[in-house]
Antibody, heavy 119, light 109 residues
Framework: EVQLVESGGGLVQPGGSLRLSCAAS????????MDWVRQAPGKGLEWVSY????????YYADSVKGRFSVSRDNAKNSLYLQMNSLRDEDTAVYYC????????????WGQGTLVTVSS | QSALTQPPSASGSPGQSVTISCTGT?????????VSWYQQHPGKAPKLMIY???RRPSGVPDRFSGSKSGNTASLTVSGLQAEDEADYYC?????????FGGGTKLTVL
């Protein structure tokens, strides 16, 4: 069974940093591209970042470019999102998600981890 | 990076059909056949319902169908059932990035 378990969320002050982790299991992690998607409270989904299976290709939404950094450790079946210079508008549930390999769609999502940026 | 435009709400009675639109530009929806649709129930993670404009993943009922014309994609839910009540999001590849729609709350009357 495919499982994606995020951790690392919490309360942080504006300007602060946080590192999210995602532990993957139930599939060959190093064969799959991965994404981070976020959802502000009561709002819609927003794609944040993409990383290819061997980290050759990395992309970011304009809203986080230069502040967030995605990485992965295939030996540890883990995906990471380093978030710096956090702003109030970064407050959201952050989902770790697996690219389905079917077009550019996502077939598995974690349960999400809440990041709250507030003073 | 503007979000794709979806109506905030849609509704229909059980057994009826409802169509949700998703309007983008030639840089996203109109430029690629990589539109997907997701269903999200309250407090749950999204679920993939349609990919590549009109393809259904295994396990998704054939009551769900997708199409595209120009810069607008559509999701049609036929034979509405109570469990179809949820938020629906469209998503498109836009060249090195993905863009989501603002979401549509589907109510089954």
């Amino acid at each position: 069974e495919v499982q994606l378990v995020e951790s690392g969320g919490g309360l942080v002050q504006p300007g602060g940093s946080l590192r999210l982790s995602c532990a993957a299991s139930g599939f060959m992690f190093n064969d799959w591209h991965m994404d981070w998607v976020r959802q502000a409270p009561g709002k819609g989904l927003e794609w944040v970042s993409y990383i290819s299976s061997r980290s050759e290709a990395i992309y970011y939404a304009d809203s986080v470019k230069g502040r967030f950094s995605v990485s992965r450790d295939n030996a540890k079946n883990s995906l990471y999102l380093q978030m710096n210079s956090l702003r109030d508008e970064d407050t959201a549930v952050y989902y770790c998600a697996r690219d389905s390999g079917l077009g550019y769609s996502i077939d598995y999502w974690g349960q999400g981890t809440l990041v709250t940026v507030s003073s | 990076q503007s979000a794709l435009t979806q109506p905030p709400s849609a509704s229909g009675s059980p057994g009826q059909s409802v169509t949700i639109s998703c309007t983008g530009t030639s840089s996203d929806v109109g430029g690629y056949n990589y539109v997907s649709w997701y269903q999200q129930h309250p407090g749950k993670a999204p679920k993939l319902m349609i990919y590549d404009v009109s393809r259904r993943p295994s396990g998704v009922p054939d009551r769900f169908s997708g199409s595209k014309s120009g810069n607008t994609a559509s999701l049609t839910v036929s034979g509405l059932q109570a469990e179809d009540e949820a938020d629906y999001y469209c998503n498109s590849y836009a060249g090195s990035r993905l863009v989501f729609g603002g979401g549509t709350k589907l109510t089954v009357l």
